[in-house]
């Protein structure tokens, strides 16, 4: 493992980038290398589309280890607002304060108005994800499944993004010394809307050609043998081509690989492959019509 | 944000000049800003002209991009501007067909060339074409009753003055939504009890607890997907179809959803936003490719749910007549698969409001096991009907 790189700026070109997350065992095509590289030197947040298990939050990770940075995520959901996203004041602990200031026989206005300052003091903060990224030097802020939250929040997310600011109304802005570098995930369960994408790089992962997926099962699972992800990822490359519900993805593959492996297979030997089979797809359907076509024998 | 990269503002190229005098086809042989910026406005015309959202801010964009990146060759420049000029899946292709056609030599047109489409603007259409030529003058009443009678009419057999009137109407169709409670909470004098704000306004009064706050979920309406056909057996419906699906739009906006269904699935909500429907029949029949073309149900059934689950917890209408040229079985498949993600699913089939109509296309037949509500979709009456059960799905 290389000593992370502390500084973006210290990142030549997209190529060097992918050696870096290379180093990290990711590996990027050279669009995806060209978008990260373009997120760290032009401070926009990269927006990552594709299919469920291509790596787009693995990307995150990688690229948080790459920099060196802690890896700050906010997971969207429904209902999903400023309170769980930004900050929340401690009301519980304000409260005791102010007992405590009552307990001990503060009087006067001057007192009061000391009081009512320390009530709204830092300490009684509770940073959420994106205060707590803009705190935070250097910092990589995912923002997963966009797609999950309503669109209330992305019109919000759009105004931290914009200016990586944030106004406490009680406190006054919090400003990102350096402003974290920033991947929005979607699974395109719905449309975000433009206004947040135009302020992101946009790349759509596809599935890696079978060269890298090859490289990717044998990076991530030393045990594996060349032959074995070879015929692993030929079988993976015509899952995708045989219109499944789901067809997998990397994440997938190498879940299955590692079922495989553990259970001793050095090649892809059909009966271990059909007992394996849920690890790499979750339709009934899909096993299903896998096993009726015979889509795991290899040609 | 000012960007010690952006080629100085005197460099580009002023708006409306032509810039193609001094296209570089090429941008690896000069370095030279200015140059380069001329050659990416002209590249974002192209992309604007093929349908990619390539405006001004993303033009700045790719030039940092490309700063950035050198622009040293072809995939600099490719990468410079595909990661900022596309905004979804959809515009990939044609963001790769524009960057052959523009860096392989071929020039711009002027600007974007208009659709040819005609649209018969219709003032009320009460003229002498209609059943009741005469009466246009004194009988409001008549009129009233033509309105009536037109309301149960098949639209396949309407004049083009009727048809006018009918989607006038359809225009003027309120479909409010079912309430569905959200995630979200609001203040409420009913509900659970919200720690947040009683601890607030507790603060505010120096620490008694003077009254509870309360809060409850908040409620939004339901989206409603809408596949309309738009196949060659659709055609005397389609038109009518796109109005009524404008008129869903118009009304909720950010909860519906529109795709047309030929041979090709195509999103046409974006096109059905505009609040002029001319306008928006002149959109959408610029997006769809496939008009009147054959029907694969199935496949593209599979691919709209492959896409990502825009049909969870929605109530999705099918506006088709069934005839299936693909696989019934696949269709059938499709159909378990959408009944199981979808929280209703209505198929509207203008054939039966005819008379003596019996579902036996196969894919009429493979489909209705998994359609919760099978309804007309011929006349204003059936659309009316429609738009009131998205209200009580």
């Known amino acids: ?60 990770k990688t690229l948080a280890a790459v920099l060196g940075a802690p890896l700050i995520r906010l997971q969207c959901y429904e209902g999903l607002d400023a309170a769980q996203a930004l900050y929340d004041w401690d009301f519980a602990r304000q409260l005791l304060h102010l007992k405590a200031a009552e307990a001990t026989g503060a009087t006067g206005a001057a007192e ?78 719905r449309d975000v809307h433009d206004a947040l994408k135009r302020r992101c790089l946009y790349h759509w992962l596809e599935h890696p050609p079978f060269e890298r997926e090859v490289a990717i099962l044998l990076r991530r699972l030393p045990a594996c043998t060349e032959a074995l992800a070879a015929q692993v990822a030929a079988a993976a490359g015509r899952l995708r081509a045989a219109g499944l519900v789901k067809p ?49 024998r290899h040609a | 944000m000012p960007d010690p990269a952006r080629p100085p503002s005197g460099a580009r ?23 380069l910026a001329a050659t990416v406005t002209g590249f974002a015309r192209t992309l604007r002209a093929a349908g990619v959202p390539a405006d001004h801010e993303r033009t700045q964009a790719m030039l940092d991009a490309a700063a950035h990146l050198g622009a ?44 040819v489409v005609t649209v018969v603007r219709h003032t009320m259409a009460l003229d002498g074409d209609g059943p009741s030529g005469d009466a246009s003058r004194e009988a409001l009443a008549a009129t009233a009753a033509w309105a009536e009678v037109l309301r149960h009419r098949d639209v396949a057999r309407m004049t083009p003055a009727e048809l006018a009137e009918v989607h006038r109407m359809i225009g003027l169709l309120r479909a409010r939504r079912e309430p569905r409670r959200s995630r979200r909470f609001a203040s409420s004098p009913r509900g659970r009890l919200d720690p947040r704000r009683t601890m607030r306004e507790t603060l505010r009064r120096g620490g008694e607890i003077a009254r509870l706050r ?47 269904v030929g041979t090709r699935l195509t999103r046409i909500t974006p096109a059905l936003r505009h609040r002029d429907p001319g306008a928006a029949m002149r959109e959408v029949s610029a997006a769809v490719p496939d008009w009147r073309g054959g029907t694969r149900l199935g496949e593209e059934l599979k691919r709209f749910l492959d896409a990502g689950s825009t049909a969870r917890g929605a109530i999705v209408v099918i506006a088709s007549d069934g005839w299936e040229r693909g696989d019934p079985s696949l269709l059938g498949r499709q159909m378990a698969r959408l009944s199981r993600l979808a929280y209703r699913v209505v198929w509207a089939n203008p054939h039966k409001g005819h008379e003596g109509y019996q579902p036996l296309t196969g894919g009429m037949r493979a489909a209705l096991p998994y359609v919760g509500a099978f309804v007309a979709g011929h006349s204003l009456a059936a659309f009316e009907e429609l738009a009131e059960r998205l209200s009580h799905a």
Not at chain 1, 262 to 269: I, M
Not at chain 2, 74 to 93: I, S
Not at chain 2, 217 to 230: A, C, E, F, I, T
Not at chain 2, 238 to 246: P, V
């Open chain 2, 214 to 260: 309360r809060r409850s979920r908040r409620v939004r309406p339901r989206r409603v997907v809408l596949l309309v056909d738009v196949s060659g057996s659709m055609a005397p419906y389609a038109d009518t179809l796109l109005r009524f699906a404008h008129a869903l739009v118009r009304c909720e906006p950010r909860a519906t959803e529109v795709f047309s």
């Open chain 2, 72 to 115: 040293a060759d072809r995939a600099a420049v490719y990468w410079a501007g595909r990661l900022t000029m596309c905004a979804g899946p959809d515009d990939l292709p044609r963001y790769d067909r524009c960057f052959a056609a523009y860096f392989g030599g071929e020039r711009p047109g002027p600007g974007r060339p208009a659709p």
């Open chain 1, 1 to 60: 493992m290389t000593e992370p790189v502390r500084r973006a700026s210290e990142i030549g070109g997209p190529a060097a980038l992918a050696e870096l997350l290379d180093a990290h065992a990711y590996l990027a095509g050279e669009g995806l290398a060209t978008a990260c590289f373009l997120a760290l030197k032009m401070g926009r947040p990269l927006f990552l589309e594709g299919e469920a298990g291509v790596g787009k939050t693995e990307l995150a």
């Open chain 1, 112 to 189: 009061a108005a000391r009081l009512e300052g320390e009530l709204y003091d830092r300490r009684f903060l509770i940073a959420r994800p994106l205060l707590r990224a803009l705190e935070t030097r250097p910092a990589v802020l995912l923002v997963d499944e966009i797609d999950r939250a309503d669109d209330e929040f992305e019109a919000f997310l759009l105004e931290v993004l914009s200016d990586f600011s944030i106004s406490i109304p009680e406190l006054g802005t919090v400003r990102a010394a350096e402003p974290p570098v920033v991947v929005v995930t979607s699974n395109r369960t």
């Open chain 1, 248 to 296: 997998p993805g990397v994440a997938e593959t190498l879940d299955w690989t590692g079922a495989l492996l553990t259970l001793g297979a050095r090649d892809l030997d059909p009966g271990l492959a059909a007992a394996t089979l849920g690890a790499l797809l979750k339709y009934r359907e899909d096993q299903q019509t896998v096993l009726t076509n015979g889509l795991l």
């Open chain 2, 13 to 35: 190229p002023a708006p409306g000049g032509g810039p193609f005098g001094t296209v570089v086809t090429s941008p690896a042989r000069t370095g030279d800003a200015a140059a």
